[in-house]
């Protein structure tokens, strides 16, 4: 994954279906002035400098080619980085149960169109995970 507006790549550890922390936060991050506010997907990813962050889907997109995150918390998350995605390991893959079938579709979707040469115009959004879309019906 990679951050619009900050540039920086990241890979998702975890997700909430909506915005969960505070007003004070929300404000300080302007998160009332992106398209879907607080009421969308938000994402707690791991950044090569070696923090973590909650990201907004608004504000993410598929990194365009594969690249694994220096992080010292990615072994905590990730059993290996396979081709074009990280593995989660097995306590991850307890918390979002239904991720490791998404997160391969995904992939397979967005590099094996990458590599046939048939790729849009800059890098792909990321799709909302079912899980999410069945709750904001």
Aim: with cysteine; hydrophobic share 25%.
């Amino acid at each position: 994954m990679r951050h619009k507006r900050s540039g920086y790549n990241c890979v998702v550890y975890g997700w909430d279906a909506k915005c969960t922390m505070g007003l004070e936060w929300i404000t300080t991050m302007r998160v009332h002035q992106l398209p879907n506010g607080p009421n969308q997907p938000f994402y707690n990813v791991l950044v090569p400098d070696g923090t973590s962050r909650y990201a907004a889907q608004d504000n993410l997109e598929l990194h365009p080619s594969p690249l694994e995150i220096s992080h010292p918390e990615v072994g905590r998350y990730f059993s290996e980085f396979r081709d074009s995605h990280y593995t989660a390991n097995e306590q991850l893959q307890i918390c979002y149960p239904e991720d490791l079938a998404h997160t391969t579709r995904i992939t397979q979707e967005l590099y094996s169109t990458l590599s046939t040469g048939s790729e849009q115009e800059g890098p792909a959004e990321p799709q909302m995970h079912p899980a999410v879309k069945s709750q904001s019906h």
